[in-house]
């Protein structure tokens, strides 16, 4: 009897608890075009789309990388990131934020700076 009084009193616990909804937050990475406006590797970047100037700010891990696919060591990034530079970054938006997780220069000598890939 003791048995069957701690099985449904433990049932009866159990039942009583909330279950826990899991959230899934789905990220959407976004890509635009513009030119490099402002390059602080302290603060953000600011790129000049065709809408106006737009202020990036960096994510855990941005990678640098060419539109041929070589990753930009960060001893370059000084001299790579000029005003004028053509890029394509690649974003997720957080709220009002725009959080860079990848931006792609141009080759040098190549005039196409599309890094032919979705992501």
Known sequence: MKTITLLAAAIGIFTAMPLS???????TTVASRGTVSTYDPATGLVVTEPSGPVTYSYGPNVVYRTSSGVVIPAAELQTRLVSGAPVR???????????????????????????????
């Open 21 to 27: 909804a899991q959230t899934v937050v789905k990220t």
């Open 89 to 119: 970054v690649h974003y997720v938006q957080d709220g009002d934020r725009r959080v860079v997780q990848r931006v792609v220069l141009r080759d040098r000598g190549d005039k196409d700076d599309d890094d032919d890939d979705d992501n």
